[in-house]
């Protein structure tokens, strides 16, 4: 049981925008910034969205973030096959004193 | 670019140790905080441990507080995951990652990460 909590698996055709859930409490998302983390099959993980909307460079313009009160929100507009992958969110917790991170979403592009 | 490439992974029996490393390049690796996070096969990530850029500031996850040790070697640009009691729950491949951020702990990310080690805990 993860202390954030995603949706298992989300899905979309090309082209298409799709928006995936994280959802934390006071202690985590509430009061410390959220970043996102894009997981392709058989690789480490990749920052995708850090400081709940700031993008790295590198990485496109179709992925955005945004956070309110204790949830966050990682969002894909024109969806690639590419883009088929694990997507996990994380945050510090100040009560459990470390990061925490959600379950993961897996992604498939229909 | 910068690169983190971990060793020290393999087979160990429960109860045993290991120590996996994690060799840094391509950035100033003493003004930086790092992480290691690890993946149980099939499973999600899972914070272990991070570490402050001087090495004075450690945290760990209650998984493995009072079994496992973070510690690096500045002059060598190089960061350890000291694993002592292992159990079969912590099999699991092993990341090491940079920290990007600021306001240590709360405001840091995870900015890179290595390809991973992984450890077997079986008998």
């Known amino acids: 049981q993860s202390v954030l909590t995603q949706p298992p698996s989300a899905s979309g055709t090309p082209g298409q925008r799709v928006t995936i859930s994280c959802s934390g409490s006071?202690?985590?998302?509430?009061?410390?910034?959220v970043s996102w983390y894009q997981q392709l099959p058989g690789t480490a993980p990749k920052l995708l969205i850090y400081?709940?909307?700031q993008r790295p460079s590198g990485v496109p313009e179709r992925f955005s973030g945004s956070k309110s009160g204790t949830s966050a929100s990682l969002a894909i507009s024109g969806l690639q096959s590419e883009d088929e992958a694990d997507y996990y969110c994380a945050a510090w917790d100040d009560s459990l004193n470390g990061v925490v991170f959600g379950g993961g979403t897996k992604l498939t592009v229909l | 670019e910068v690169q983190l490439v971990e060793s020290g992974g393999g087979l160990v029996q429960p109860g045993g140790s290991l120590r996996l490393s994690c060799a840094a390049s391509e950035f100033t690796f003493s003004s930086y905080a790092m992480s290691w996070v690890r993946q149980a096969p099939g499973k999600g990530l899972e914070w272990v441990s991070s570490?402050?850029?001087?090495?004075?500031?450690?945290y760990y996850a209650d998984s493995v507080k009072g079994r496992f040790t973070i510690s690096r070697d500045n002059s060598k640009n190089t960061l350890y995951l000291q694993m002592n009691s292992l159990r079969g729950e912590d099999t699991a491949v092993y990341y090491c990652?940079?920290?990007?951020?600021?306001?240590?702990?709360?405001?840091?990310?995870?900015?890179?990460w290595g390809q991973g080690t992984l450890v077997t805990v079986s008998s």
């Open positions: 570490i402050s850029a001087s090495g004075r500031s450690t």
């Open positions: 400081s709940n909307n």
């Open positions: 006071s202690s985590n998302i509430g009061s410390n910034t």
């Open positions: 990652a940079k920290l990007g951020g600021s306001g240590w702990p709360r405001g840091y990310y995870f900015d890179y």
